[in-house]
């Protein structure tokens, strides 16, 4: 119910402030990127529209042929010495023709449509697990991104108030011009790797306004709490991966396009039936005797035409599907134990950064030498050295730990399902 309402409530924001053009932040957590992108990503809702058309396709199938009436007068009744005379003695023919399916003539043409439909919903959902995918990801990068953007503000914050002790330093003379200049460089050198980074939390965040649909002036958050010791094992989900296999939506619509193929063939083989029509005649004063009722049938003689080509066409393209089948089962089963790989292996280094890394004693001693540097017990280069070490060591970290769950993703990616749930 919490979780409803805040759907409400952030699609009346993204309505009011698309209205309006104001910049607004949003804090957005994976679970409502998810609806969001359920809800609202054009490209899905196009790809939706597929499967109406289909379902139309079905309908229309089912439908029997219309029967033909036609009615005949004569121009001038020799009799009577009229045109157009409609009367009692004129001559007047109507004729009645109905085209009957044989051979699951009918049948056949309402399977082909409902395979037809299968292969619209498995292409929606191989749509969606690309999409999904890429959402996903986008999210994780841009989480951990502005995590970066954390560590390189505490360095500039940290950087600036020793810069100022250092200019007053200077001023009195206590110091040299060179220990300052070199500061503001190392200054300078964080804020520019910061507008690096900046620039690609814009990049995502486009994209990921892009997936959900939401207006360019939206600034998003990503509101994460990673866990990597809470992830599972996935080594005891081999049995999960199998299965999902044969339910991964590329393989279902190589599977469905199979079936839509044979199902085109006996459509084929239908049609080098005979066409079977039965027919009705009333002819009001035309034979020996007035008032004439007739019925009769009749069809088509496949002496030449045996549809012979579409047959031929059919079988090659069955052929060809269920080369496709086994190809796109082989990329399957590969991109699967190859993301199985790359998960483990990283979340076997994130374990063993987790474990030799201790964040807390790692601000204690930035906040340490930080001070130490101000009362001039270590060198300017120590200094500088420790400053590059301690953000490289953050920032390896932060990438270790967002490899994780960009190999969970790509794992439930391969999977075709959330094997990776966090």
């Known amino acids: 119910m919490v979780l409803f309402s805040k759907k409400i409530v952030l699609s009346g924001l993204l309505i009011w402030t698309a209205s309006t053009g104001f910049c607004q932040t949003v804090e957005l957590t994976l679970q409502e990127a998810d609806s969001l992108f359920l809800a609202r990503n054009i490209d899905l809702l196009a790809e939706k529209c597929n499967i109406s058309m289909a379902d139309a396709d079905i309908t229309q199938a089912k439908l029997y042929h219309n029967p033909v009436i036609s009615l005949e007068e004569n121009v001038y009744n020799r009799l009577s010495h009229r045109y157009f005379d409609f009367g009692r003695e004129s001559e007047q023919l109507v004729n009645v023709d109905q085209l009957i399916s044989i051979a699951g003539q009918h049948s056949n043409v309402v399977k082909e449509a409902r395979s037809e439909h299968d292969v619209a919903v498995a292409r929606f959902e191989e749509l969606l697990r690309n999409l999904r995918a890429e959402l996903h990801q986008a999210f994780v990068r841009l989480y951990f991104a502005q995590r970066n953007m954390k560590i390189y503000q505490n360095e500039i914050v940290s950087l600036r108030t020793t810069l100022d002790q250092l200019i007053a330093q200077e001023k009195k003379g206590n110091i040299s011009r060179i220990e300052t200049a070199r500061i503001q460089a190392l200054l300078l050198s964080v804020r520019r790797e910061q507008n690096e980074f900046l620039e690609n939390v814009s990049s995502l965040q486009g994209r990921l306004r892009l997936l959900m649909a939401m207006p360019s002036s939206m600034n998003l958050i990503a509101v994460f709490n990673p866990d990597p010791s809470a992830l599972p094992d996935v080594s005891e989900c081999d049995r999960l991966l199998t299965d999902s296999l044969i339910q991964r939506s590329d393989v279902l619509m190589a599977i469905h396009q199979t079936e839509q193929a044979k199902a085109a063939l006996k459509v084929s083989k239908s049609q080098a039936w005979p066409e ?62 190859v993301a199985k790989e790359n998960f483990l292996r990283s979340l076997s280094l994130e374990k063993s950064v987790s474990d030799n890394f201790d964040k807390e004693n790692i601000q204690n001693l930035f906040q340490s030498v930080n001070e130490n540097y101000r009362k001039r017990n270590i060198s300017l280069l120590e200094f500088v050295d420790f400053y590059k070490t301690y953000k490289e060591a953050m920032l390896e970290v932060s990438t270790v730990r967002e490899k994780v769950y960009l190999t969970a993703e790509e794992l439930n990616k391969a999977a075709g399902r959330e094997i990776v749930k966090y």
Do not use: W
Not at 281 to 288: C, E, I, K, L, V
Not at 296 to 324: D, M, Y
């Open 276 to 337: 079977v029509h039965i027919t009705g005649q009333y002819d009001r004063n035309a034979g020996y005797f007035p008032n004439y009722f007739a019925i009769g049938v009749s069809l088509s003689v496949p002496i030449f035409n045996h549809n012979q080509g579409h047959i031929r066409s059919a079988k090659a393209r069955i052929v060809q599907c269920e080369q496709n089948y086994a190809g796109t089962l082989e990329k399957a089963q590969n991109e699967v134990m």
